[in-house]
């Protein structure tokens, strides 16, 4: 495509030799290649319900791309935490009942001892009340103080008890209501545990394909990983409803943008190209996995026309992305293109001499520069820097 050349750089200085190419207007398309697969674009899912505040660890699942029918289990979930969470739930219920029993008992002998006395007291004045309103004449003088001062004891003794009877039952029904209060948080904690037994097993809401979700790390679920609750668990594409998500090396990621064509070949189907347009760009590179530092570009692209007896979801697929097309271009490496305060500049041999010179660019890929000011047709290019500017 490039026809390099050597040159001789720097002035009299003949050991001093630059690689070169010279420049030639030429036609050329700029193409980035990746791997990808095909996703569906319109599913059902199957998610965890989301009125369980408890995460789930996923035992079985049933073999992705598996064809599942209505009503079949697809995932099964480890109960043996909930079954132990149960049991504790199902003592501290029957442990609260006891207390209340318990404490009921308590308070109704308290009460009545209270009620005893109370009575006590109440007799007690009466006989008090008949000596002191008795004639004095008949008392003697210290017999008649003493009336008076058990009158008045048994006054005080009788409020207390009035008192004593008011705090109790205020008290026994405050300590009734905490015991209650427990009680009903097990009971709620036991109703949402056998909730979550039912659900220790989902299934597939309709006939499809069975297809792993991925977290949001972007790894599909597995045997072993925990779910929350809303979380898809699952999908079921609907037949004919897929688009192709490629997965592009940050490195190779120049010039890809929305609309542009993409040509799609699936590994099942290779001697078939399929036309595709590339409908969303993700804003950063991501790992595919969080044990692979290796970072990409996420590229969505619409499927012209979709062949649901080839495209299946999960099929692996080759797209080649077109950034663009230019006619009697000048091309040269990224190596023989230098910037100095986001101006592109390079070096061009005059008389022998590696000169720099500004210029301007256009389409760009990995490899390959478009020069589109500052470059006459056979000047000669050195495709590095001459040591002087290093």
Not at 183 to 205: F, I, V, W
Not at 246 to 252: A, H, L, R, S, T
Not at 303 to 316: A, H, K, L, Y
Request: hydrophobic content about 40%; glycine content about 6%; charged content about 25%.
């Amino acid at each position: 495509m490039l026809i390099a050349a050597v040159a001789v750089a720097g002035c009299g200085d003949s050991s001093s030799l630059l690689p070169t190419i010279s420049a030639t207007a030429q036609d050329h398309t700029f193409v980035v290649r990746a791997r990808g697969e095909l996703v569906p674009s319109e599913s059902i899912a199957i998610r965890m319900p989301s009125n369980i505040d408890m995460r789930f660890n996923i035992t079985w699942m049933v073999p992705e791309y598996s064809e599942v029918r209505k009503g079949q289990v697809v995932v099964r979930f480890d109960d043996s935490e909930v079954l132990v969470q149960r049991e504790i739930s199902v003592l501290e219920v029957v442990d609260s009942d006891l207390q209340i029993d318990s404490h009921v008992r308590r308070s109704v002998i308290d009460r009545t001892r209270i009620g005893h006395e109370t009575e006590r007291v109440e007799d007690e004045t009466d006989i008090a009340e008949t000596y002191v309103t008795i004639d004095p004449r008949l008392m003697s003088r210290n017999e008649y103080i003493d009336a008076l001062g058990d009158l008045a004891y048994l006054g005080v003794e009788e409020a207390y008890y009035a008192w004593q009877a008011i705090t109790h039952d205020q008290r026994s029904f405050a300590e009734q209501r905490r015991i209650e209060s427990g009680r009903d948080a097990s009971q709620d904690k036991l109703a949402k545990q056998d909730s979550a037994l039912a659900q220790m097993a989902l299934h597939s809401p309709a006939d499809g394909t069975f297809v792993y979700a991925r977290t949001p790390w972007g790894r599909k679920l597995s045997k072993g990983q925990s779910v929350f609750p809303g979380r898809a668990v699952g999908l079921l594409p609907i037949r004919g409803k897929v688009r192709a998500r490629i997965y592009v090396p940050e490195v190779d990621a120049v010039g890809i943008e929305p609309d542009q064509p993409v040509a799609l070949r699936i590994d099942s189907e290779v001697e078939r190209d399929f036309a595709a347009r590339i409908s969303s760009v993700s804003p950063v590179a991501v790992p595919r996995d969080r044990s692979d530092p290796q970072k990409y570009f996420v590229v969505e692209a619409e499927i012209d026309r979709v062949d649901p007896e080839v495209m299946r979801v999960g099929s692996s697929l080759t797209a080649t992305i077109t950034t663009g097309t230019v006619r009697d271009a000048f091309l040269l490496p990224q190596q023989a293109v230098f910037f100095e305060q986001d101006q592109a500049f390079i070096y061009v041999l005059e008389q022998g001499d590696p000169l720099p010179r500004q210029v301007d660019l256009g389409h760009r890929s990995p490899t390959l520069v478009e020069v589109t000011r500052g470059l006459v047709s056979g000047e000669q290019v050195a495709v590095s820097a001459p040591r002087s500017a290093s």
